[in-house]
């Protein structure tokens, strides 16, 4: 299993498009096979920080998320949001345990 996860920067004004971008193309990747968990969240403080969470079967799974038409679509909606920065990492899960 694999966890993607970090932070993306953007133009704080650019906010609400990126918001309704996302929404549109979450609801075609929690359809993609091998997708378990996909979601962004807006920092409380920091409008212009996003924090990204993805839950994903496999290497195989997450590289043909990559090459869908609604993460192309994505990307243009995420260079049109005026990206300052990113820090977003790839972690292979060998166990899961429930914490809470």
Known sequence: MLIIC???T???AKRP???TA??????ATLKEPG???YQIYLDRTDPGTVLLFEKWESDAALGAHFTTPHMAEFG??????GVRGSDV???AVSNESKVM
């Open 22 to 27: 996302f929404d549109k193309m979450r609801a």
């Open 6 to 8: 970090g932070t993306v």
């Open 10 to 12: 953007i133009d704080p």
């Open 35 to 37: 997708c378990l968990a």
């Open 76 to 81: 243009k909606a995420l260079g049109a949001a």
């Open 17 to 19: 498009a990126l918001e």
């Open 89 to 91: 990492k790839k972690y």
